[in-house]
RNA sequence: GCGCCUGUAGCUCAGGUGGAUAGAGCAACGGACUUCUAAUCCGUAGGUCGGGGGUUCGAAUCCCUCCAGGCGUGCCA
């Protein structure tokens, strides 16, 4: 990478102004090198004068003179060095050096954006996990884009990732699961029943107590409810679980593993993190309750695990879980949740730190809500009486490509505005197919340059100082960003980065394609540019890849 | 009341953890296809970065304060 380089130079220099006394560089020195906005800046700028001036009580200009005499440049790399406004230091990096670009691109192909930055590291992504009591919503589909996207880029990036999704199967909820499902199904016998609003409402409801009278008759019809729950609610949640995993799979989500709540009770677990928190000190007895005391690690109020009446919580599952994910190893733990838990976050971070492990070995991500809108109009959803838009409707209406894309054009932490009707135009307007056009477009010039039999496709023959426009110089460096793009998305947490360049990307083609051929007499001149788009190809695809967009050849 | 988040162009949002003159897309207006896909391109216009103070060579970015909005604040999940 042309940075890396740079800066290797940079603190060489640095280095030998140091040992040659020329002035002080205190320790723990960080250098910084950006890319300027403005043009006339430089490809590469570096306020490292700035930053030294005051250290050395003298100003920042002659600091960077001084710098300047310094700094050698055996191989050529930059075409001028300048100083600049208060004391910048300009560089221009020479062309030669900026068409070396292109051959890593067509070197590493589809690993053009990978990096080791994560080597060693352990990280698990849990997200969507929506309990197992309705059909997934909107809202969880941007879950499911972010978190797979998220665990996409951290693989990239060298990260050994596992994707998790943890099933609330335990609990009052699934109770009244059971419940809402029996009730239908008594009403469906005949029986004048009324149903509770404390029940879920929606009509799935009444499919699995049709799928219940199908499959036993009237056999529970005068059950009691101890009777009856048990079998109701493991149906009804198994079938609504086998629908997420379908949708989820339909959406191009996947999953390493499906995690059990009730497990965690099974076999222990909760009872025993329980215990070890009692015995360090971080659980206590209050009013007949076991409080945690979060309160010591940051929270504002201390919490109750086990209520008065002997049931827990669901922190102390969640405790319980917590710990499991780190014996099994985990450097990194990263859970995706709704907005709507942001009152529980300082809770779980003190969790983590009471069984031992640092703040920093949790990452808690909060995905806000998704607006639905149809032309510009709020769509209205109701979770109580049970209407909701669900992901398979919108997977249906709008498709996978453009939904995922859509989920991840914002930071997840604000709230989305999602138009159906945007979602599906098929223009400028919609992210989507701006981004995919390109790759089609360039896909469709791959495709006649080999109709034609022109050969365009022998880098040996590639003369790249063809490449003199000012826009292809600018691709060139654009292509350049683009592992520094994938690196700080992982180091951030943030995949709207990617959407966000690849759109820059995008235009920054289209526009070039629009004034200049590709495939022209001049071959020469001809082999140059389609090793370019190319290398734009190449990029496009893989950045759609990491948020599980297709890249089709065609549109 | 307390806590967290947000406030950038008419709208939706970027802004690479402090850099130089503030960035896109949409909407508005005006243009461009006999040549590799018009799902495209080109141009015009649009701003006291919520207000005020501070930190410093330098602030949309960090700190304080005020204003506005959202969410949270259960022995619920």
Known sequence: MIKDKILEKLNRTLEQCADKDIFQVPSGFELQLEVPRAEEHGDFATNLALNLAKPNRCSPRDIATSFVEQLADGDGLFLEVEIAGPGFINLVISPSAWYKVLDEIARLQQNYGRSELGRGKYVQVEYVSANPTGPLHVGHGRGAAVGDALATILQATGHKVEREYYINDAGTQIDTLGRS????????????????????????????????????????????????????????????????????EDFGVH??????????????????????????????????????????????????????????????????????????????????????????????????????????????????????????????????????????????EVGRDAARFIFLT?????????????????????????????????????????????????????????????????????????????????????????????????????????????????????????YLVKAIRIVVGNGLGLLGVSAPEQM
């Open 410 to 530: 914002r930071r997840s932490d604000s709230p989305l505005d999602f138009d159906l009707e945007l979602a599906k135009e098929k223009s400028a307007d919609n992210p989507v197919y701006y981004v995919q056009y390109a790759h089609a477009r360039i896909s469709s010039i791959i495709r006649l340059a080999d109709e034609r039999q022109l050969n365009l496709d022998s880098p040996e023959k590639v003369d790249l100082t063809r490449l003199s426009l000012p826009e292809e110089m600018a691709l060139i460096k654009q292509l350049s960003l683009y592992p520094e793009v994938v690196e700080n998305s992982a180091r951030f947490l943030e995949p709207h980065r990617i959407p966000y360049y690849l759109t820059q990307l995008a235009s920054a083609f289209h526009s070039y394609y629009k004034h200049n051929r590709i495939i022209q007499d001049d071959l020469s001149l001809a082999r140059a540019r389609y």
């Open 181 to 248: 499902v029996f009730l239908r199904y008594q009403q469906l016998l005949g029986r004048q029943i009324e149903f509770p609003e404390t029940c879920y409402q929606g009509d799935y409801i009444q499919v699995l107590a049709k799928e219940m009278k199908e499959i036993h008759g009237d056999s529970y019809l005068d059950s009691s409810e101890e009777e009856a729950l048990p079998v109701f609610s493991e149906h009804a949640a198994r079938r609504i679980l086998e629908g997420i995993r379908k949708d989820l």
């Open 255 to 396: 999953y390493d593993r499906w995690f059990s709540e009730n497990s965690l009770y099974e076999n222990g677990t909760v009872d025993r993190v329980i215990e070890t928190l009692k015995a360090s000190g971080h659980i206590y007895e209050k009013d007949g309750a076991l409080w945690f005391r979060s309160t010591a690690l940051g929270d504002e109020k201390d919490r109750v695990v086990v209520r008065g009446n002997g049931m827990t919580t669901y922190l102390a599952s969640d405790l319980a879980y917590h710990q499991d994910k780190y014996l099994r190893g985990f450097d990194l733990v990263i859970d995706l949740w709704g907005a709507d838990h942001h009152g529980y976050v300082e809770r779980m971070y003190a969790g983590v730190v009471a069984l031992g492990k640092k703040r920093e070995n949790l990452k808690l991500l909060l995905v806000q809500l998704v607006n639905l809108l149809r032309k510009g109009k709020q769509v209205t959803m109701s979770t109580r009486a049970g209407e909701f838009v669900t992901l398979e409707d919108v997977i249906d």
